[in-house]
């Protein structure tokens, strides 16, 4: 019978998954650490996802299906992970990814043998639908273990770009301290950032996180009303203003944890951050779209015509 204190819980949020959740499921189920158990969180999927993850769990005790009756929204589906998990260590794993077969041991024992460390996380690698390996990711994080929360906080907001530790390992004791995952795109950014002011991220260079690169990525989404769809469950212009939904929830983030560092060493940072050109371009842009989405539009083809630079110029405001 299926224990209630496994060391690690993994969390599998999914949403018509069945291209790729099998490879993601027996990539865990190959994991060298056994003592773990793995919950599947589906999001209303219409495709064949929850037959797939059923096969599983009758084959094995440690898959547990929880079946949402509509679609929440990514970040209330990934939160319900967490809140049916239990043990000392959490790990969030996406439907499309794969992990190879030492990661959950190698990140345990990292953490075990450093008990200042927030969350251990592996190597980044790249994959095709089809398994093949791409360029390494230029976005790799390294460890991050000043023993400054100042320091570290700062830190992972800039450089917390496609977000990969996310997907590491976490102190389950820690990640209930945090704000978790919230209804705006981009929210796990934030999360990191509360999650460095707790302990250090330290990077384990023998794991590896295959990350798959395919055209339904989340990240692969342009329009923000349709981002704000995948991350809430519906169109919200209030949740497509990413950048200042990003900076109030850091300055919530950075008044939560006075007992580890004053919150006004932490604020500081924040203000010089959100009076940056690129940073209040962006909130203008994003309150204007919340009045008149075409006068949003019209402003910002009007700046790119300017700088004669649309890439560059169109990247600073996504």
Known sequence: MRSQTELVTLALPVFNGSNYIAN??????????????????????????????SSYARQDDRITLIRNRTNVGAAANYNLGFTYGSGGYFKWCAHDDHLSPNYLEACVNMLEANPDAAVAYGLTSQITPTNELLPVPSEETPSIDSDDATRRFRQVIALAKTCFPIFGVFRRDLLARSTLHRPYYGSDRALLAEMAILGKFLRVEEAVFYNREHEERSINIDDKLQRSAWQTGRKSRGAAAEHIRL????????????????????????????????????????????????????????????????????????
């Open 247 to 318: 900076a109030a929830h850091l300055f919530e983030i950075a008044s939560r944890h006075g007992d580890v560092v004053a919150p006004y060493k932490l604020w500081g940072g924040l203000i010089r951050r959100s009076m940056t050109p690129i940073e209040l371009g962006r909130y203008f842009l994003e309150l204007t779209s919340m009045i008149s989405p075409k006068m949003a539009q019209s402003i910002k083809g009007s700046f790119v015509g300017r700088t004669g630079s649309p890439q560059v110029n169109q990247a600073a405001f996504k």
């Open 24 to 53: 993601a499921i027996e990539s865990v189920l190959d994991q060298t650490l056994a003592d773990f158990r793995l919950i599947v969180t589906d999001n209303a999927s219409d495709d064949d996802t929850v037959d797939i993850v």
